[in-house]
């Protein structure tokens, strides 16, 4: 049975998939696994191809959602966007790291954040 925290998380990437869909994103893909990890999400936005890691958070008592993609966590993201556009053939391509942040309100309802190219590959050691 699901924890309730992988149902939060699936239910977060869904819903940010529908609010970068309203925001001019096409889905490419979602939940695109190697053996190194997962990448969230990964869609387009006009000729940029965008790697986009999804938190959802209940508060904020630990931080926004952005906060909490640390640096080993950026550059494992690094690593898993090498894998994908090598699968494709798409070195070419101009590609960049987004975050959306879901938090939950006291009312009930859902803040979205979303911060586009989040961080570079400096950012993430490389």
Known sequence: MPSSRSILGNEGEALAASFLERSGYRILQRNFRTPLGEIDLVAREG?????????????????????????????????????????????????????????????????????KNAFDLNDAGY
């Not at 053939?89 to 911060?115: H, N």
């Open 47 to 115: 000729d940029c191809l965008c790697f986009v890691e999804v938190k959802t958070r209940q508060s904020l008592k630990a931080g926004s959602p952005a906060e909490s993609v640390h640096f080993a966590k950026r550059r494992k993201l690094v690593k898993l966007a090498y894998w994908y556009m090598k699968a494709r053939g798409l070195a070419d391509v101009r590609a960049r790291f987004d975050v959306v942040g879901l938090t939950r309100e006291e009312g009930g309802g859902l803040r979205f954040s979303l911060l």
